[in-house]
């Protein structure tokens, strides 16, 4: 089951007026999260091309809607997890949120597509891996969170990942402006097996955290 929480956190002023309803992205982020034989050699190249353009001022985009949605989900999303816990991190980047789930986490794994987001992250010593999101390069039933900031959702092999009564934190940060989005209880209902959890708004965007039964 999962439940939708009112929001607590308000929506700052200033959120974008552009709407991303028909950005590219969005097909390809629903096709791959139904079937991910839809992310083939091609749609795999093209999405690896664009974000090792976008890796240089990637940074640059850092606001607090990148940071409210994942603080309100820790917050009130998740029940029992401590800092002992082993987090994945989904396509992270140039590391924005990385920090914040170190406060939290002893050990978390990092990971992006793109081998210019990682060269353009901190280096602050943390674990960072060049993989695809299709093919995790992690054992199976190792993670106990996995977090993804507006990353694709590869529903099977990402539970593949984690262990029994593991967690996932979904993040859009534009809510359903984010160009790669899905809807909370699509995210629900994508993921195989029995879950439950929350959801919510915060800021700009919203959140949906979700544990394995």
């Known amino acids: 089951m999962l439940e939708f929480l009112p929001r607590v956190v308000p929506e700052s002023p200033g959120k974008p007026e552009d709407s991303n309803l028909a950005h590219p992205m969005r097909k390809v982020t629903r096709d791959i999260a139904v079937d991910e034989h839809m992310w083939s050699d091609e749609v795999c190249e093209n999405v690896k091309s664009l974000f090792n353009q976008l890796a240089p001022t ?13 603080e309100d989900a820790f917050e009130r999303g ?4 401590d800092q002992d816990m082993i987090c994945l991190e989904v396509a992270s980047g140039t590391g924005l949120v990385t920090p914040l789930l170190k406060k ?9 597509i ?18 695809d999101s299709a093919r995790i390069p992690i054992k199976s039933k190792t993670i106990d969170v996995a977090v993804l900031v507006n990353a694709f959702l590869f529903p099977k092999e990402l539970c593949r990942t984690l262990k029994k009564n593991g967690y996932v934190v979904f993040i859009s940060t534009l809510s359903d402006r984010t160009p790669i989005y899905l809807p909370p209880q699509e995210v629900f209902d994508l993921l195989p097996g029995d879950w439950e959890g929350y959801s919510s708004e915060a800021d700009w965007g919203c959140w949906t955290a979700l544990r394995q039964k």
């Open 78 to 81: 998740l029940k029992s997890i």
């Open 114 to 131: 793109s081998k210019e987001m990682l060269i353009n992250a901190p280096k602050d010593g943390s674990t960072k891996l060049l993989a």
């Open 104 to 112: 939290r986490f002893k050990t978390v794994v990092s990971f992006d």
């Open 58 to 70: 990637w940074s640059q985009r850092t606001h607090s809607m990148k940071f409210e949605p994942l």
